[in-house]
């Protein structure tokens, strides 16, 4: 059996590759390195993440990007044991961001006290402005004043026991999910923590040993605290908040796979008191919009086509009069039902090969007229739609049970590469954070939760400098991670292949 140390030193290089291999300037890549390093571990390799973590910090100093994306990991995902790696570094460099993440994770009851106190030692040495101690102030003390609305609402966020009433809950806080990590099984914890982010959350690690009691407003009324301790973790945890109820407290199993993980994730949301989570749907949501009062609708100009159906401007073109677009102060639009013939056509003659491949696919797709109700979807070679019934699958227009090959729509809408091109992004939700359906501004990609164009995100971002503190001046309401995931999509949908 692997010793500790040969372990932690396995999982330090499987996370280097990891970072490696990631864009720092596309999608969300903290999130992308956490499901490449855990996809796969082993109960033992997951033990050992958390310090291999921590002891590569050193290594990514002179990659300014990488750091900053170890950096995100270790905040989000609530990595407290890197806390001695993250003094060391700091202690060096007098990195603010370091300073920064070391801040976040200092109230987690996992931190020696020591360590705290150093931390502090640190920030009181350092030459830092008024506004960026206040900004370290907020993260380590309930009771500080913030100076800023932003600061006010990142206070309520990171201590809700602060907060005032369910009236402040729905001002663009995040949800919050505590997990309990008595009796839970390291592998598997770290793959439900990733669903979690990907779903919206702030999660808050609660770990099986403590060398410290947590501060009262760590935790709050709004928290869903998941446990595999039963009982033993309200006893351990209500002393810490007032108001705190046992309605908080989700008992649950250990997650064995993605759809046991997909079904906890909607216990939680349902346990929610403040805001929901963002749970990309299963292949159970798509047929919404295949519905007839949403199938047709949507106003998608000539990137959001290039860019949703995984095409190019070429091809489009050239499959105008299949397509027969709406045309409007001199711009061409398609409607959602022709972004789905075009994304099917592509699907096919990428699948079988043909590129040549005929446009009956359009044509029967574009005829369609929607279902009558949420249902099943699929389409043949030839362009013939099929619904799905109790006998299998039928032709919408004669309800005759075909039996030859057919492609379902829910695979067609999921994310697909071919060929080394840009991947074509899923269907309705291109990233983790945004979402798509012809019934919302026109269809076209916005932060999932908020009638907010990915586009507009990203082109207010490339304006001048100071990028991204101007798209959170301009919507504060929306979390930070989901406006870096919007601009990175926007930023494909203004620039398509």
């Excluded at 905040?75 to 801040?103: H, K, N, W």
């Excluded at 906890?264 to 989570?277: H, K, M, S, T, Y």
């Excluded at 249902?375 to 619904?387: F, I, S």
Aim: net charge negative; with cysteine; hydrophobic share 45%.
């Amino acid at each position: 059996m692997a010793s500790v140390a040969d372990l932690e030193l396995a999982m330090a290089r499987t996370a280097l590759a990891a970072f490696g291999d990631v864009s720092p300037v596309e999608g969300y890549p903290a999130l992308e390195v956490w499901r490449s390093v855990t996809d796969g571990l082993g109960r033992d390799e997951a033990q050992a993440l958390p310090i291999a973590l921590g002891e590569i910090l050193p290594l990514l100093a002179r990659s300014p990007d990488r750091l900053r994306i170890l950096l995100d990991v270790l905040t989000t995902f609530d990595v407290f044991e890197s806390m001695p790696a993250l003094l060391r570094y700091i202690a060096s460099s007098g990195d603010l961001d370091a300073v920064i993440c070391a801040a976040n994770l200092a109230p987690n009851p996992g931190v020696n006290p020591a360590d705290s106190t150093r931390l502090q030692q640190l920030i009181d040495s350092m030459r830092l402005s008024n506004h960026d101690r206040n900004v370290l102030a907020i993260r380590l003390d309930p009771s500080a004043e913030p100076t800023t609305q932003r600061l006010a609402l990142l206070r309520a966020q990171l201590w809700p026991g602060t907060r005032s009433g369910e009236g402040t809950v729905d001002s663009g806080l995040a949800p919050i999910v505590a997990v309990d990590e008595i009796n839970d099984s390291a592998d598997f914890r770290w793959q439900l923590i990733g669903d979690l982010i990907s779903a919206g959350a702030v999660v808050r690690r609660l770990p099986a040993t403590w060398l410290k009691e947590p501060q009262r407003a760590w935790l709050g009324g709004s928290v869903v605290v998941l446990s595999w301790s039963g009982e033993a973790a309200m006893a351990r945890l209500a002393p810490f908040s007032s108001d705190m109820t046992v309605a908080q407290f989700l008992p649950a199993d250990v997650p064995t796979n993605k759809y046991s993980r997909e079904r906890l994730l909607r216990q939680i949301d349902n346990a929610l008191r403040g805001p929901r989570l963002r749970i990309a749907p299963d292949s159970r949501d798509v047929p919404d919009m295949m519905e007839r009062d949403s199938y047709r609708l949507g106003s998608f100009d000539a990137r959001e086509m290039v860019y949703l159906a995984g095409s190019r401007s070429s091809t489009l073109q050239r499959l105008r009069l299949d397509l027969e677009p709406k045309e409007l102060n001199s711009g061409l639009y398609w409607s959602f039902n022709q972004l789905v013939a075009l994304r099917t056509w592509e699907f096919w003659r990428r699948e079988t090969g043909r590129f040549r491949l005929p446009t009956d696919v359009l044509r029967g797709l574009v005829a369609f007229q929607g279902a009558e109700t949420p249902t099943q979807v699929a389409v043949t070679g030839d362009g013939r739609v099929l619904v799905a019934s109790g006998q299998g699958f039928v032709d919408w227009k004669t309800g005759q049970v075909v039996s030859e090959d057919f492609v379902r729509l829910d695979r067609v809408f999921q994310p697909q590469t071919f060929g080394g091109r840009r991947p074509t992004p899923a269907l309705p939700t291109p990233s983790a954070f945004t979402r798509v359906h012809p019934g919302v501004v026109g269809g076209t990609p916005c932060v999932d939760g908020y009638r907010v164009p990915a586009r507009a995100i990203a082109g207010l971002a490339m304006e001048g400098v100071n990028q991204i503190e101007k798209v959170l001046a301009v919507y504060p309401e929306i979390p930070e991670p989901a406006i870096l995931d919007a601009i990175a999509v926007g930023g494909q949908v203004l620039h398509p292949a």
